[in-house]
């Protein structure tokens, strides 16, 4: 008879003779590597604190199992709530024109001229009453380029065509542009302003990298008018109506703390630290723009110890992608990104609408498209209905496998409850869906990621602990206040 | 090919451990190392050699008396003692790999039925427990 029974947990040998154990549904714990031999070997004193600090984590018990699985199955349930909803986010591409030329240009974007490429009135009406077929009651529509602003015409046409469904179908509706700003105008910032748009826009850095990185379609630097629009946006639609993103490009690395600087100088309280995919131009001229894996993580670090840093001498700064990953250690909820979901959220989380009516399980698979790999094709909404779009076979089968569950080494992966897989990504880089973790460039981030939030948590150092959480709840710090939280 | 599997030229010696019968140099500059399968079970094998594709090529054929042979071939150019040095992260990682197989065995079907809970609730989950 065993004293008492483990229950399904992970674990990792994490760092100086200690083991990382996280349990099925993401509570965590660290031991010593002598407590857990003693674990596993059913030699615990059950009344040490050890016992009661796995116990309380769920990672043993010595009661009845059947409270227990069920308590933690109501947990696994709201890890994975994000299936519930089905497609929340739809991505429409209006247009692939563009008046930018980025070196690094993933969607491969057409010259201003070029017509063909924009949707038409009756592919935008199709688009929207498919988007309103899903059954989630949250519907963001999100306008992808090329440049949307080119187009702003249809644009127009699928918000009020959407407002008008939403009258009967009455979702929570929300709208965002993603546009490099340099064409936004008056009349457009009113416009956007009377039907509550967001602004998503580009900005790579400081002056020379941004203008290195996102020239004019002339070879015309954009920073100068970008950074007007910002304000120019903030004075129309309000201070938290804009968002940046930034991508890295080898140009990029050794800036990467004068990138977040420059990212506050411009009004951000915000970053996301996004290296480079391996899609149109980026993939073609990866030689040039692209660096190892290793210098990314090496100058992720550095950048998020400055932003640490900053928060630490009282300015509220996140970066966006360990703020993400935290709210999935350290709370009980996901995390609503599509990269960080399991099973992945190709199609079932977010989709996109390409101009020509075909739809695409990811932007990404778009972006494959777009450079003549139609794999990912879900199919047209002028030719297909929702169920044939939404509920083929070829989705069955992605989804199946895109399980890190059942992926090998993720399997037994402890990050496997914080992490997610993308399965485009691994077809781009290795040629198929599922991929060997061991070549993943994404895997390799997110192992580095996790290892540096875990050696914080781990030291649990009370200033930095309360920037961390300041991050995942939104609310900033007050220099000299103790905040009270416990980490695990 | 086969015959040289079986060709130990010389015994190696690891950090002072005594790896004599477990790690040898083949003749053809590979490294192989023996594991018997009462102690290593078949997934636990193949999961460290998964691990370990990115640095060399791994080939898992079976020896006599109930015996396994893991063998190192280099992939990137490594000089001896790094494949050296890989095969002994295999051996570190083989026992990592069995150690989470025999955890996994103690927690029965609880892991499958917290799952299905979790999606579709369970009549009697008590009986179902098999642990």
């Known amino acids: ?84 909803n089905f497609t929340t986010l739809h991505m429409v591409v209006p247009t692939l024109r563009c008046n930018s030329k980025c070196k690094y240009c993933q969607v491969s974007s057409k010259s201003e001229e070029a017509f063909k490429y924009d949707m038409d ?4 009406k199709r688009t929207v009453d498919l988007i309103f077929l899903s059954p989630s009651p949250n519907i963001k529509i999100e306008f992808q380029g090329g440049e949307p602003l080119l187009s702003f015409e249809i644009v127009k046409y699928i918000i009020e065509y959407a407002e008008q469904c939403n009258l009967t179908k009455k979702k929570q509706l929300e709208f965002v542009i993603c546009t490099n700003l340099t064409l936004i105008t008056e009349e457009m910032l009113k416009y956007l302003q009377n039907h509550k748009v967001y602004i998503s826009t580009s900005l790579d850095g400081t002056m020379a990298l941004h203008n290195n990185n996102r020239p004019f379609r002339n070879g015309q630097g954009s920073y100068d008018i970008v950074t007007k629009n910002i304000k120019k946006v903030r004075e129309y639609l309000g201070e938290d109506s804009v968002s940046a993103l930034m991508t ?17 100088v411009q009004g951000f309280s915000a970053i996301f630290m996004r290296s480079l995919n391996p899609y149109g131009s980026a993939k073609r001229d990866m030689y040039s723009l692209g660096y190892r894996v290793e210098d990314f993580i090496e100058s992720y670090k550095r950048a998020f110890k400055h932003i640490v840093n900053i928060n630490l001498n009282g300015t509220f700064f996140v970066e966006c992608y360990a703020s993400l990953l935290l709210g999935k250690i350290l709370t009980p909820f ?9 099973p992945s959220g190709v199609a079932i989380c977010g989709v996109i609408y390409n101009h020509d009516g075909n739809v695409y399980v990811s932007d990404e698979a778009r972006m494959l498209a777009n450079d003549g790999d139609t794999t990912f094709s879900m199919g047209n909404v002028n030719e297909n209905t929702y169920q044939e779009l939404f509920h083929s076979d070829k989705i069955v089968s992605l989804l199946k496998k895109s399980c890190l569950e059942c992926l090998p080494i993720c399997s037994h ?7 997610g897989v993308d399965p485009i990504r691994n077809y781009a880089e290795q040629g198929e869906v599922v991929g060997n973790r061991m070549m993943s460039t994404v895997c390799k981030i997110n192992m580095a990621i996790f290892q540096c939030l875990f050696e914080l948590i781990k030291e649990n150092d009370k200033p930095t602990m309360d920037v961390l959480w300041s991050w995942i709840t939104r609310k900033p710090i007050v220099v000299g206040k103790q905040v009270s939280h416990e980490s695990n | 090919m086969k015959a040289r599997f079986n060709k130990n030229i010389r015994k190696l010696h690891f950090g002072g451990l005594d790896m004599e019968n477990i790690i040898t140099k083949l003749e053809d500059g590979r490294i192989q190392i023996k ?97």
């Open chain 1, 334 to 342: 996901s995390a609503g990104f599509v990269d960080l979901q399991s």
């Open chain 2, 35 to 131: 594991l018997n399968k009462s102690v290593y079970e078949k997934e636990a094998i193949m999961a460290a050699a998964y691990k370990l594709t990115n640095s060399c090529f791994i080939i898992v054929k079976p020896l006599e008396n109930n015996q396994l042979g893991v063998y190192f071939e280099p992939k990137n150019n490594q000089s001896e003692d790094e494949l050296k040095a890989i095969a002994k992260d295999y051996c570190n990682e083989v026992l990592d790999q069995q150690t989470r197989l025999d955890v996994e065995k103690r927690y029965g079907n609880i892991r499958d039925l917290l799952v299905k809970q979790a999606f579709s609730p369970i009549e009697n989950i008590k009986d179902k427990i098999n642990i």
């Open chain 1, 121 to 124: 009135k009756s592919t935008a």
């Open chain 1, 1 to 84: 008879m065993r004293p008492y029974q483990l229950l399904p947990f992970r674990f990792h040998d994490f760092k100086n003779e200690n083991m990382l154990l996280v349990n099925e549904v993401g509570e965590f714990l660290f031991s010593s590597k002598e407590e857990f031999n003693n674990m596993i070997s059913y030699k615990l004193d059950p009344e040490s604190e050890t016992f009661l600090d796995l116990k309380s984590k769920q990672i043993l018990t010595d009661t009845e199992i059947e409270p227990v699985i069920k308590m933690l199955a109501t947990k696994y349930r709201t890890k994975k709530s994000f299936l519930y």
């Open chain 1, 413 to 419: 992966c402890v990050f496997q409850s914080y992490c």
């Open chain 1, 248 to 264: 890295a490009t080898n140009d990029s690395l050794e800036y990467f703390t004068e990138i977040v600087d420059e990212y506050l």
